[in-house]
């Protein structure tokens, strides 16, 4: 019986402060001003993605119809490694080092949806990585691999990858990832890179580039 009557009490006690709660919520002006400081600060944060997603945004090129996206030439140091030098289709140049016997160029595309297509929103591209691998698979497994990053971008805010992983939530615009087919590396070999609807391709544009090829295929 005890325990009925502290129960019947504490029942009673947390109704009186749900009530009292309620008045203090909805009564004057302290709610108004509680939802618009809510409201303001959601604007704010909206507005602070939308402006790191225009940041990251600008890291991308504009795809009109096939171009060439990249030229690449490789210089040999030593056995199995490569000095590679990248131009790409605004002419800023990138050194790097790769080792292994092959190299691939892998780049981040845009598309968008065919309304927004037929609106004049082309694709739109972005360098991402070059990297190297070997031919024999015991040593592609066990020995070094070399990656290197071409992302630009100074923005915190991956728009992407963002993307990608929200695809059934956003299906105006597909993120999708682009590679060109493994390539072997062959000293003073010259390659180009271009970029199409159907993805990426890479092809030699020098007769050691054009052996290089010939001879691993």
């Known amino acids: 019986m005890a325990y009925t009557i502290l129960a019947i009490f504490f029942i009673a006690l947390s109704l009186t402060i749900v009530l009292g709660a309620g008045r203090l919520l909805f ?6 001003g509680w939802l618009r400081g809510m409201t303001g600060l959601c604007f704010v944060v909206l507005s602070v993605v939308l402006a790191l997603s225009a940041f990251d945004f600008f890291s991308y090129k504009q795809l009109i119809k096939e171009q060439t996206i990249a030229s690449i030439s490789f210089t ?3 056995d199995q490694r490569f000095a590679v030098s990248l131009v790409d289709s605004s002419g800023n140049e990138q050194n790097f080092e790769l080792a292994g016997d092959l190299w691939q160029l892998d780049a981040r595309i845009l598309k968008w949806n065919k309304t927004l297509a037929g609106l004049g929103l082309t ?19 066990n020995a070094a691999r070399t990656v290197h990053s071409l992302n630009t971008s100074k923005s915190v805010l991956d728009v992407w990858q963002w993307l990608r992983s929200s695809r059934q939530l956003l299906p105006l615009v597909d993120a999708s990832y682009g590679s060109a087919t493994y390539l072997p590396m062959s000293d003073g070999a010259l390659y180009s890179v271009s970029l199409s609807g159907s993805g990426l391709l890479a092809r030699p544009l020098n007769e050691r580039a054009t052996t290089a090829v010939t001879a691993w295929q």
């Open 123 to 141: 694709p739109g591209y972005r360098l991402d990585r070059i990297s190297g691998r070997y031919l024999a698979l015991e040593e592609d497994r």
């Open 27 to 32: 009564k004057g002006r302290w709610f108004m």
């Open 76 to 78: 040999k140091l030593d």
